[in-house]
Nanobody, 120 residues
Framework: QVQLVESGGGLAQAGGSLRLSCAASGRTFRSYYMGWFRQAPGKEREFVATISWNSGSTDYADSVKGRFTISRDNAKKTVYLQMNSLKPEDTAVYYC?????????????WGQGAQVTVSS
């Protein structure tokens, strides 16, 4: 089991950049697939990006492709979300999540969330 803590959220202007970090505890982090989700006010939580345990595979929501990059450092037990060319519609609470397998395996561990606000 892992525990997750996000950091790096804040306020950015449209066109700017932010990097979110998700620090994990637990000895099994390197075997987990990791993901980022977000939830805007009044909307359901949505998928943003995912990365496999060995960084060999990544996937992104169409809305962030080409602007966001997910990465991980297993030695530091940390996953990152680099967000460039930010838009006001990227404003949301961003959640880090972990799952013990790939496609078809549900995310079973969630962080507390980090607020990202993009001003126009």
């Amino acid at each position: 089991q892992v525990q997750l803590v996000e950091s790096g959220g804040g306020l950015a202007q449209a066109g700017g950049s932010l990097r979110l970090s998700c620090a994990a505890s637990g000895r099994t982090f390197r075997s987990y697939y990791m993901g980022w989700f977000r939830q805007a006010p009044g909307k359901e939580r949505e998928f943003v990006a995912t990365i496999s345990w060995n960084s060999g595979s990544t996937d992104y929501a169409d809305s962030v492709k080409g602007r966001f990059t997910i990465s991980r450092d297993n030695a530091k037990k940390t996953v990152y979300l680099q967000m460039n060319s930010l838009k006001p519609e990227d404003t949301a609470v961003y959640y880090c999540a972990a799952r013990p397998g790939g496609i078809g395996v549900p995310y079973d561990t969630w962080g507390q969330g980090a607020q990202v606000t993009v001003s126009s």
